[in-house]
């Protein structure tokens, strides 16, 4: 079933609320190995990129149009380095289905794996790291990989959740080697990355929009 601008409106809104509900968490991860406000960037970047595609007329945007659109609020609402770490993952999600009315299901995973390479590619952290990218990577590349072997794109989302989730956790036992984190060398192991925490609750999200969708 095709993705059109209609769905993405709704995807961006329900990540901002998802992202909402978290904010207060997402600060506390950030408050024991980064400054604490995380949750604040998430919450305020999607509420405005959000805000942002909402407005815009469904019929009459392309996908490439909305995601460039909420990359510019994202990045103008957000002084936190995830600004331009967002804002670049939607424009190479932009870029990725350059021309494309509507998405296939296929579309749709090239847009997801672009937006892991836009972060990696903007932050140049590796798996390892402790940040996002030990989340969104291995998400992007399981999803993948459920698409090479026949998944849908719904099953190709929960196969990304689960990868996502696992990096997440392993960033526990890391010591972060990019962001504010890294000066505080050992002391960051036994924490999360609020970074990859907040990775998590976006593509659950995403998830959980394709689950119900596809019923
Ligand atoms: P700031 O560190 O400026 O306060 P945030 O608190 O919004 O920004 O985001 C912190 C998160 O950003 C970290 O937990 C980490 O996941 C991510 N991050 C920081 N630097 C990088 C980087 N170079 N590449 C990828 N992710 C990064
Ligand atoms: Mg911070």
Known sequence: MAIASGELQQIFLLIADETAKNRDRLC???GVIGDGDHGLAMDTGWQAASKAVLQLDENDVSPTALFNIAAKAFLNAV????????????MRAGTAVKDKHV???DDFLIAFSA??????DRGKAEIGEK???????PAADAATEARRTGANVSACL??????AHDGCEATRGMVAAKGRASRLGDRAIGHIDPGAASAVIIIEAMSAFLAQRDG
């Open 28 to 30: 506390e991860l950030d």
């Open 131 to 137: 940040t996002m990218i030990d989340a969104w990577k």
């Open 103 to 105: 998405l296939s299901d």
């Open 79 to 90: 002084g936190a380095s995830s600004g331009p770490l967002y804002a670049t993952a939607f």
């Open 115 to 120: 937006m892991a390479q836009g972060i990696q």
């Open 158 to 163: 929960e196969a990304a959740v689960r990868a």
